[in-house]
């Protein structure tokens, strides 16, 4: 015990390096993300997150989201509790049988405007889940989507990339969204 003790304090930590992307970089993505949901909603965006059976991974990288690097709250990008409250729902994960009717249940309780994002490869088309017989397949099988990011799992860049495309298209197209 006393060798695994001080072989502790002698060797460096064992931890990953911070992510390669530039500060500024990050700054000027969250303004244009928070700027074009102002411009479409006239107030910050609401995300309410839903895990339709996913690993996790991209639930830890959505998640980063909230941390101290990237911090995306200090933008007016904010994750809520309730879909009532939400405007996008970024669904993770292939959509589980046990799943499917407590989604549309979060789609229905969602007010308008909403916009659905599919969040990895298996919120896009089951991923390697696909074919389970627990799965019934990608979201768009159950809901209608409006994107897909894809990634296994999606960094938190491309989720703000991913998310700030899907207001930019829904400003260019000045369309009511579904609902």
Same mark, same amino acid.
């Given at each position: ?49 839903? @895990?339709? %059976?996913?690993?996790? &991974? !991209?639930?830890?990288?959505?998640? +980063? ?6 911090? #995306? ?47 990895? @490869?298996? %919120?896009?088309?089951? &991923? !390697?889940?696909?074919?389970?017989? +627990? ?6 099988? #159950? ?37």
């Amino acid at each position: 015990m006393r060798k695994h003790l001080f072989e502790g304090l002698t060797r460096l930590p064992l931890t990953e390096r911070p992510p390669k992307a530039s500060q500024t970089a990050i700054d000027e993505l969250a303004r244009g993300l928070d700027g074009a949901a102002r411009k479409r909603l006239g107030r910050s965006l609401s995300i309410r997150a839903v @895990d339709a %059976g996913s690993c996790n &991974g !991209c639930e830890l990288e959505m998640h +980063a989201l909230n941390n101290a690097f990237y911090d #995306v709250e200090r933008f007016g990008i904010r994750f809520v509790a309730s879909p009532r409250h939400a405007d996008v729902l970024l669904v993770t994960g292939p959509v589980t049988k046990n799943m499917r009717e407590a989604l549309k249940w979060t789609y229905d309780a969602t007010p308008n405007p909403k916009w659905v994002v599919a969040l990895g @490869d298996c %919120g896009r088309n089951g &991923g !390697c889940f696909a074919g389970s017989y +627990a799965v019934v397949g990608g979201v768009s099988e #159950v809901l209608p989507v409006d994107l897909h990011i894809p990634g296994c799992p999606p960094s938190p860049i491309e989720i703000l990339k991913g998310l700030l495309a899907l207001l930019e298209r829904v400003n260019a197209k000045t369309a009511a969204p579904r609902g």
